[in-house]
């Protein structure tokens, strides 16, 4: 049994302009963790470490390491629970009780939940860069922290809401 997939232009509306503020919106933080890395205080000394010797360890290199985990973490769970919603696997809700969610209100839930875990690894790699240009000074390996965002625009493109999109999510998923 097929769904029939049907969306207007003005169903379409809220959802590109989603794409673009969270676009927007983690592309100047990561420009503003660039133009300020390099001046302003920092509660670290030079070797990244806190300041105070009582209150822990290497906090920029651990940092660091966590920043790698959570993306590739959220970069997992943000594919399975996207696809799961688009697929019916995972069940989602509107607001009307009873109602059953369309397959444009599914991708419209995908692609939010997607964009928005991978905004959170995009934004915590921002501050992380932060956090270690302050620490230690510049290091070209620093940028790397940047990928998130990378990965985040790609997506952003790639799901953004056209008709050839939507006719393709049709085919895929059934409409």
Do not use: C, W
Not at 45 to 57: C, E, F, L, T
């Amino acid at each position: 049994m097929t769904e029939q997939f049907t969306y207007t232009q003005n169903e379409l509306k809220p959802l590109k302009i989603i794409i673009i503020a969270l676009s927007v919106g983690i592309t100047i933080l990561s420009i503003l963790a660039i133009v300020f890395a390099n001046g302003g205080t920092s509660m670290l000394d030079s070797n990244g470490v806190i300041a105070d010797p009582d209150r822990g360890p290497n906090v920029a290199s651990i940092m660091r390491i966590i920043h790698i985990v959570i993306t590739l973490s959220l970069l997992a769970i943000a594919k399975f629970v996207g696809d799961g919603i688009l697929s019916g696997k995972i069940k989602t809700r509107t607001l009307i009780v009873g109602e059953v969610p369309t397959l444009f209100m599914r991708y419209r839930m995908s692609v939010i939940v997607r964009l928005a875990l991978i905004e959170a690894a995009a934004m915590f790699g921002a501050i992380v860069f932060n956090l270690s240009v302050s620490a230690t000074g510049p290091n070209p390996i620093y940028y790397l922290h940047f990928i998130p965002l990378v990965i985040f625009l790609l997506m952003a493109k790639s799901l953004y809401p056209t008709d050839f999109k939507m006719a393709e999510v049709a085919r895929k998923y059934g409409g």
